[in-house]
């Protein structure tokens, strides 16, 4: 799967073992970085991947901040993108199912990399339920108002 990855500092070490996770599974990732632990703002690395789905050049992106919420409200500031901030596995889950997201964000200062790897792979391997969920979507995408 064509997968973009983008981090603030706050996000950098858990996007570094991500990084890993996903090459190892054998996922065509690309980086955006940040790619050290100095500050940065979230904003300029959720616009790259943002846009990357945004446009359908990547299936799925992932975003880590300190706690995902920045690059959660960025990220969906972008048509197309429906970005899940999640916690663990159930969030995960029901993001793809109920929620078709295609960009996961997590907070690289609220959880731990075994946890986050976990839901990564929950996330890449959940489908969308469709039925009364795609009625749901269609009421978000009708509202356009940004
Ligand atoms: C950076 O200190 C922090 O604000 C950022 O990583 C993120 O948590 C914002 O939502």
Redesign the pocket.
């Known amino acids: 799967m064509k997968i973009a990855i983008g981090a603030?500092?706050?996000?950098f070490d858990l996007k570094k073992t991500i990084v890993g996770i996903l090459k190892a599974l054998g996922h065509d990732v690309t980086d955006f970085g940040c790619h050290g632990t100095e500050?940065v703002d979230?904003p300029d690395f959720a616009e790259k991947v943002a846009i990357g789905v945004s446009e359908g050049i990547f299936e799925r992106g992932i975003l880590i901040?300190?706690?995902?919420?920045?690059?959660s409200?960025a990220a969906n500031r972008f048509p197309n993108v429906r970005c899940a901030l999640c916690h663990n596995l159930y969030t995960a889950r029901l993001s793809r199912e109920h929620n078709d997201a295609n960009i996961l964000a997590m907070?690289?200062?609220v959880i731990g990399a075994g946890i986050a790897a976990e839901m990564v792979k929950v996330f890449l391997e959940t489908a969308f339920e469709g039925g009364r969920h795609t009625r749901r979507l269609d009421k978000i995408n009708a509202f356009n108002r940004c």
């Open positions: 603030d500092h706050g996000g500050s979230y901040c300190g706690t995902g919420i920045g690059m409200m907070g690289g200062r």
